[in-house]
């Protein structure tokens, strides 16, 4: 997490109207993270408070050398329990390799084609968390999200797609990846 990161997903959640923006804020010794969230009125006015009171590694300036106090994760979505299950299930079930994948792709791409400007690499970052948003906002079934294990190259193949930038392909590859799971689901259910 750095301050571009959460800029890029104040900007996506922006462009695709969603309703909120969550934030995890973890501080030294408390036991559990708190939440806040944001509703779309505020996000200009939250987006630049935690530019300026947060550093670039987006630990709370102000509590430096008294507290440790960092903003550890950040989620857009339409309702509350969704930001809550994004924001406390970081790393759990089948979003950690979806995730890893989109990171995955991201990283190569920007490997192989450097931004130029700092205006380039946020619409980079703001592509990756809007892959990121239509990827990890559903819920999934068991048997989906043992078909997302078995299959995550398959996914890694399409986030390369998708990072370079080419839509039919990718759209193609998105309809073959649902037809595929549709199937694996139907085997298992008649399996039963």
Request: hydrophobic share 35%.
């Amino acid at each position: 997490m750095n301050k571009r990161a959460l800029k890029a997903v104040f900007s996506n959640a922006k462009a695709v109207g969603a309703r909120y923006v969550g934030v995890r804020i973890e501080t030294a010794g408390s036991s559990q993270p708190e939440i806040i969230i944001n509703p779309r009125e505020n996000f200009d006015a939250k987006l630049n408070y935690y530019m300026s009171a947060y550093d670039d590694g987006l630990r709370l300036i102000p509590a430096k050398g008294k507290k440790d106090i960092r903003i550890t994760g950040i989620a857009q979505g339409n309702t509350f329990e969704d930001i809550e299950y994004q924001l406390m299930s970081v790393g759990v079930g089948w979003k950690k390799p979806i995730s890893d994948a989109i990171d995955k792709s991201y990283n190569k791409m920007i490997e192989e084609t450097p931004p130029q400007t700092e205006e380039e690499r946020l619409r980079c970052e703001t592509m990756k968390e809007a892959i990121k948003g239509m990827f990890l906002s559903a819920s999934r079934t068991a048997a989906e999200a043992r078909f997302i294990f078995e299959n995550i190259e398959k996914y890694e193949q399409l986030f390369d797609i998708c990072m370079n930038g080419d839509d039919m392909e990718f759209r193609k590859g998105l309809t073959e990846l649902q037809r595929m799971q549709n199937e694996h689901i139907l085997k298992e259910e008649s399996s039963k």
